[in-house]
């Protein structure tokens, strides 16, 4: 019981340092035109992803559950493509954000939050592409540990802080909150639906550190390819 609290009481601290954040780099970007569109597509996604997503991820958990557990695939191909499909929804969110510079007051490119305004460039050369590799090796790993779904939440959540703070400065360590709650909820549900068929035996504390990183390795062949036809990423930010 207490490791259980100890994750959820991250993903309430998580919430509330992203809320506190968001909401201050509304406030200190008012008078900066470009950098308010970006905090107000930020605002976004946290709404639309983070708040309502997650709610509605956290309310009907148990109705998905017992719907995925009918399907006749392994459930190895079942959580990768469900991750698969939330990271594809998530970044369906941000690339309307993007699109949706006009609104908040700037052109289209003068704002982003993501690499193009283009949903398929975005998802297949910067993105999702990346991340299959990685909910390979969650899929990988699940079969042999008993993560608990939140526990995958967290550890997803800090691969992509540091995936973040590797690829576009390290200030990104202190939006992680944020990324814990935009990556995480890409596995969580996922991992709740098929947690009786994770593994038995329960991860040691070298198993979580390895969690955190291993997905690095799994991505890197494919991260090294979209690297080269892509030099030029933006996730999340102003050039």
Known sequence: MRRCDLW??????AL????????????????SPRKHAVSMMAAGLFLLWCVLGGWLIWRYRHRFAA?????RWRWQVKFVLLCTLFALIEEAVTTSMTNLAPVFGVRIGEAYITASTNYLDVVLGHSVVVFVPMFVCWAWM??????APRQVMVLFGCTGTLAEAGSFGWHNLLGWGFWLLVYGLMVYLPAYALRAD????????????????????????VAGIVGWLHPVKVHFGVQ
């Open 8 to 13: 959820h009481k991250t993903v309430r601290v």
């Open 16 to 31: 509330i340092w992203a809320t506190a954040q968001v909401s201050l780099f509304f406030v200190l970007t008012w008078h």
């Open 67 to 71: 719907l995925v557990q009918r399907w």
């Open 142 to 147: 699940l079969s042999r540990w008993a993560f």
């Open 198 to 221: 994770a593994g038995s035996r329960p991860p040691r504390r070298k198993h979580f550190v390895m969690a955190v990183l291993l997905p690095f390795l799994f991505a890197a062949p």
